[in-house]
């Protein structure tokens, strides 16, 4: 009568390869770099208002990685190729409230473990493995619980744990077949859900109702979202979480939405469309300003170039437009080196994206920065996420935007620095523009680059044309 | 060029009471019973798989009662009328990545606060305070960050702070002219939730499309889910959060789905219809049993009344209608005596709602059990979470139900336990009923209690015709 649940997974496709396979490779890539043990921890779901009242479980990305599965209260130890499950069989009770669950054998041979054995003989088995050092705080607790042993803090690290966070941080940055694949599936979703939310536009009276059609797309394929929506006609905010806006027919609405697959594996899409299903001049002209700098970062993007160069052409691209409509002044290179161009492009062209929306964050700017490089605190440069060479198999988003943020617009420091460059009265004809951000992902190949998001169109034309041909239909 | 935002309230309807009143009178109402001052934290946000990806903040639950609005980071310190609120100002950071906000000051008045003072002040002025002793780590780390000191454990409890549990859980449990107002809200999204759900049923594929059919209805009015939201086939899994199953015609759908305001009320409403729109002879047969007992438990409710008794009462007609279908046999009251009931309907039926979805279920069974009971542990009532006389103000669940749970059924001791009791040759004829839940929302009145959720039908029928009805629209 009843059928066990098998772990949602993305990889029931005939074109992804086996989960075990993808796994095995892992561990002998990783092998390929260290020589200990290692212990990653899955976490736990964490309690929104009270202990049974659950947030959405999301497993550490570290985890997935190596286990492939959203598997909670569990821990796997890697040492080469091996590979051992460590969690507890469901108990009657687990049955009664959550259903009938794979058994850890089974678990252990969907992932290809060598080895399936009960959290109570982690203890022994934990003894002189790396850790990451994690931070979160339910993956702390469940060390804790396991091993009896205090808080590994990070200033205490063994060296070995600072090696496991490179050697992982070197794998993770090249995304692997099974990764690509996961990838590939949650930008489709997420392009569906663009395209509902441009389709539900004209019938929409609030920023809400646009992201409840987005969200409905990314629910109904059973996905969570990667990151929290932005949806907003006030663009000029970069994280906007709220959704209470009505929207008017000059409106440009700005949606940040991004799928991610039941194993973890994210997309991260903004586009940027007007209300009325036809931009104004305005925004028309600076549309196809972020759009050149989209199009040009894009072209720059293969193995090889440097990604804080590829920053740099958006800002140069950028203040190059604006001085063509008048709005800066001066030559674009000279705008850019004064950080002219941040007024209206105040964060990083993009980040890595991978198991997290931005990849490997948790562990700070490891992943982001090549070793040796540091964030500088330049205005246009201290949001600039990732600074190292590209490299076919990286994934990462090309973002660029304008922005009028009244909080950079009408700081007093800044209008007397940028005096001479900004025209402020040419400037106010475009006021019904608050914030534009055009933003795809893309995979880097051996000679350049792929567009993953490719079929969610960019061109101001085209995104007119959605609005407006669904509007007429519905 | 931008507006400010607003914190989202539910109040703003000219029906509802202004939050200052609303708030007032809880102080009032909560000086009448304590004597020391009080300190509430509101929580932060939890991050997810970095410290930048966040969910979806929820305050706490007691601040939220205190103080009326979602506020991050933030304390109040209540002291008979008075009430001061303690938070930082933001940043010219925040303003750029999160927006202009409402003052310090401005959500003072907003709330009727009598003071607003930075962080920075709470230390001195928390001095003598009783705490709620939160196990929320967030809260936690707020306290220890705030006050550099120590968690204080539930066992450290200064005997203050068990008084004010106790108090507020009085105040909380009757819930005021304010809270009504933002139940029925809540309520009202709700029942438009489900009606999407089941009109939605005909064209759906996957328990995840008609998720995000319900879903989308509550996202679309600026709402949360105010708990993980079950949608399935496999209604006998109590607590089911997977939504990849196939649906098929001769399947009943289960969907307890309910919709939290911004402000942090709850509703939780369950119903279960038939996939083709037309319940089989036997699932009919099952439903109709239920419904009875969801119809006499809330004929039944009413100030004075026993809780467990209404349960009783549910357990005695379930009993009742599986003798007349020839499943159970034997007298309904020694069927009950014996927990018979139990191996089809294992959960209480129902519980206290409010602010939580399962009100002040942080604080155990403090208010869920009038003082001096104690859960039991048998089997028909060890999952019983309000046992108390009901009174004019209280919000309850009715959702009694009829689930095949294979771990029960199958489980040898119960076959022995009830070999004589059950017919199981009878009730393998009703194989196509796994799960039948049917749960409405009451408020205690003066004289009975009014069924809040009552605009969505509950009759056999009717739920045919809202399945048929618009699948015949679309």
Not at 52 to 77: K, T
Not at 193 to 220: C, D, F, L, W
């Amino acid at each position: 009568m009843q059928t066990a649940p098998t772990y949602p997974t993305t990889r029931n496709l005939s074109s992804a390869p086996a989960l075990a396979n993808v796994l095995r490779s892992r561990r002998q890539r990783l092998a390929e770099t260290i020589s200990f043990p290692v212990l990653l921890w899955s976490g736990m779901a964490k309690p929104r208002n009270f202990a049974a009242n659950l947030y959405p479980y999301r497993a550490s990305s570290h985890f997935l990685y190596f286990a492939g599965l959203p598997l909670e209260n569990a821990a796997i130890r890697i040492e080469g190729e091996q590979l051992i499950l460590f969690m507890d069989d469901a108990t009657l009770d687990d049955a009664l409230w959550h259903g009938p669950s794979p058994s850890r054998a089974d678990i252990a041979q969907q992932m290809g473990a060598t080895e399936a054995r009960p959290l109570s003989d982690l203890a022994d088995l934990a003894v002189g493995t790396a850790t990451l050092g994690e931070k979160d705080e339910t993956i702390q607790m469940l060390e804790q619980a396991m091993l009896q042993r205090g808080i590994v803090l990070p200033r205490h690290q063994p060296q070995s744990n600072q090696v496991l966070q490179k050697a992982i941080v070197q794998l993770r940055m090249i995304q692997d077949e099974g990764a690509i694949a996961a990838i590939r599936q949650a930008i489709a979703v997420t392009v569906a859900a663009h395209k509902a939310g441009i389709a539900n536009t004209p019938a929409a009276k609030t920023e809400a109702q646009v992201r409840a059609a987005m969200e409905a797309v990314i629910i109904s394929h059973d996905m969570a979202c990667a990151y929290g929506s932005i949806v907003t006609v006030a663009g000029e905010v970069l994280h906007n979480h709220h959704y209470h806006n009505l929207l008017s027919p000059g409106d440009l609405l700005l949606a940040d939405v991004g799928a991610e697959t039941a194993d973890g594996w994210a997309s991260d899409i903004t586009r940027t469309w007007p209300v009325s299903g036809t931009f104004s001049a305005t925004q028309r002209d600076l549309y196809d300003i972020v759009l050149a700098a989209h199009d040009r970062c894009i072209e720059a993007a293969q193995p090889g170039a440097e990604y804080a160069d590829i920053h740099q052409l958006a800002c140069l691209t950028i203040a190059a437009g604006l001085v063509d409509l008048g709005i800066l002044s001066g030559q674009p290179e000279d705008l850019v080196a004064e950080d002219a161009h941040a007024l209206f492009f105040p964060h990083g062209v993009g980040h890595l994206m991978g198991l997290d929306v931005h990849d490997m964050e948790d562990l700070g700017d490891l992943a982001g920065y090549a070793e040796g490089r540091q964030r500088s605190d330049r205005f246009g440069l201290a949001f600039l996420r990732l600074n190292r060479p590209l490299a076919a198999g990286m994934a990462v988003t090309i973002e660029p935007g304008f922005y009028q943020v009244p909080a950079i617009l009408n700081d007093p420091q800044n209008r007397d620095r940028y005096a001479h460059m900004v025209n402020w009265e040419r400037l106010e004809q475009f006021a019904d523009v608050r914030g534009i951000r055009i933003e795809d992902d893309i995979l880097l190949t051996a000679s350049g680059c792929e567009v993953l998001s490719l079929d969610l169109p960019t061109a101001a034309t085209d995104i007119e044309d959605l609005v407006c041909s669904t509007s007429e239909l519905g």
